[in-house]
């Protein structure tokens, strides 16, 4: 998943929908919910920042600010919260794990639920504690090993080897294996008149499930009272902006596609263009060409006119003077030229 979450992170936030809204709702689409408190032990930061979006929550921690040991009690905070979720928590508190459901019961609203994860077994009648006589101890490097080494309430030491931590060295040692029917008993023990197992996968939410075991559940107080219709309107409100803010997003990828279409169509039209100037200019230059082609061919032909007419011309100029030469040295006109009649055909002899 992108968002970085688990089966189990995703799991968490799909009951803590069902039981605020009484519908299934990702994260992002959770109304915004001021009169809502609750709070996570070491939540994961993808879900944790997000949920202080949207209800009245903190993240708290064992070894750090805001610190919260579910193990103690908390008088001035009991009956003021109305969720808690632990994601893999309580596998790491040490025995007696009863004191912390204890408190967390008390911690809750009448109407308060509690979300859980833990590694479990669903085979197992009983939960198997690694610890259980833990009473004074400390998890110290030994021999290149960590090891538990632990003080009985009866003063005797015991050492323990081959610890396996979730995460990391501290307080992440894994103190037990709950089996889901003991889980169940401890909490309505605890005062949970309520304990339901999420047994079906939510493929729409990437809840798939690898098997039986380590099933999330809720354990209610009392049937937890769903928010007023204010906040069903604000559930439908969230919806329709998620709706709206898709519709949106594929307005905008529409938006997008017709752009690139235009500057694609814009190009194909001025290279269209282009290739039409660049046709109508070729055709201008053969054109041209033609024009030139029978301008030197009619040029030619009308020199070879003009040549033909002035040769047949000075050929007909010569037979006239020709003609005259003999004309002018005729008997008749020597006659007439002394009678002063007739031309004067002196040149021509």
């Known amino acids: 998943m992108g968002c970085g979450s688990n089966v189990r992170m995703r799991a968490l936030i799909y009951m803590l929908a069902l039981e605020l809204f009484g519908e299934a709702l990702p994260l992002p689409e959770f109304p915004e919910c001021d009169d809502v408190n609750g709070f996570g032990m070491s939540d994961a930061l993808c879900y944790a920042t997000r949920l202080t979006e949207k209800v009245n929550y903190a993240n708290t921690f064992y070894d750090r600010q805001p610190y919260l040991d579910i193990t103690e009690t908390h008088p001035d905070q009991h ?18 794990v009863d004191r912390a459901f204890d408190e967390a019961f008390r911690l809750l609203k009448p109407n308060g639920f509690l979300c859980v994860t833990v590694p479990s077994s669903h085979l197992a009648e009983e939960t198997v504690e690694h ?16 090891v538990l080494i632990n003080r009985k309430k009866d003063k005797t030491l015991e ?10 060295i501290g307080t992440t040692l894994e103190m037990r294996l709950f089996a889901q029917a003991d889980l169940v008993r401890k909490l309505r023990a605890a005062g949970f008149s309520d304990v339901v197992l999420q047994m079906e996968p939510v493929e729409r939410f ?8 380590s099933r999330p559940l809720v354990a209610r107080k009392q049937p937890f009272t769903k928010l007023p ?49 660049a046709a109508l200019e070729d055709r201008l230059e053969k054109e041209k060409a033609a024009l030139e082609d029978r301008l030197e061919k009619e040029k030619a032909a009308l020199g070879d006119r003009l ?19 003999l004309t002018a040295g005729s008997r008749w006109l020597r ?15």
């Open 229 to 277: 219709a204010v906040v069903s309107q604000a559930v439908s409100w969230s919806a329709s902006k998620a709706q709206l803010n898709a519709r949106i997003t594929r307005l905008q990828k529409e938006k997008a596609a017709l752009e690139d279409r235009l500057v694609k169509e814009k190009a194909a039209l001025e290279d269209g263009r282009e290739k039409e100037k």
């Open 131 to 146: 610890y259980p006589d833990v009473y004074q101890y400390s998890v110290i490097e030994l021999a290149g090993e960590h």
């Open 159 to 168: 050492i323990h080897g081959n610890l396996v931590f979730h995460g990391g």
């Open 206 to 213: 990437g809840i798939v499930f690898d098997g039986p075991w």
């Open 79 to 96: 009956g003021t919260y109305d969720f808690i979720l632990a994601s893999d928590v309580f596998e790491h508190v040490a025995p007696p």
């Open 335 to 349: 006659l007439g030229r002394r009678l002063g009649l007739g031309p004067n055909l002196e040149r021509y002899k």
């Open 307 to 325: 040549e033909k007419e002035k040769a047949a011309f000075e050929d007909r100029l010569k037979k006239v003077e020709t003609q005259l030469r």
